[in-house]
């Protein structure tokens, strides 16, 4: 059984910076896809970073030069270093994994970016 734990998250001043972290159990950490998400209130979910198995990484527009995703396999987590935050940037962070055609959710971490 796939688990994905986020923590990191919090109250921060436009500016400033956050890392999120996701520890992961149950599946072959290393091989998979990983990724970042977040849903802002009243908005859809969207997927705001991955990293591949062999450390290729993917941004969307809005946060690319800003934040940064790593991953480390030995420890099977995933973090996100995020950067010059802004009050859009606020939303739920879920940490996810794309195994065979199925995408695995954590249950998320708050950020809030005050401006």
């Known amino acids: 059984q796939v688990q994905l734990v986020e923590s990191g998250g919090g109250l921060v001043q436009a500016g400033g910076s956050l890392r999120l972290s996701c520890v992961t159990s149950?599946?072959?950490?290393?091989?998979?896809?990983v990724g970042w998400s977040r849903q802002a209130p009243g908005q859809q979910r969207e997927l705001v970073a991955s990293v591949s198995g062999d450390g290729s990484t993917s941004y969307v527009n809005s946060v690319k030069g800003r934040f940064t995703i790593s991953r480390d396999n030995t420890q099977n987590t995933l973090y996100l270093q995020m950067d010059y935050l802004k009050p859009e940037d606020t939303a739920v962070y879920y940490c996810?994994?794309?195994?065979?055609?199925?995408?695995?959710w954590g249950k998320g971490t708050l950020v809030t970016v005050s401006s």
């Open positions: 149950g599946s072959t950490f290393s091989i998979y896809v």
């Open positions: 996810n994994l794309f195994r065979s055609g199925t995408t695995y």
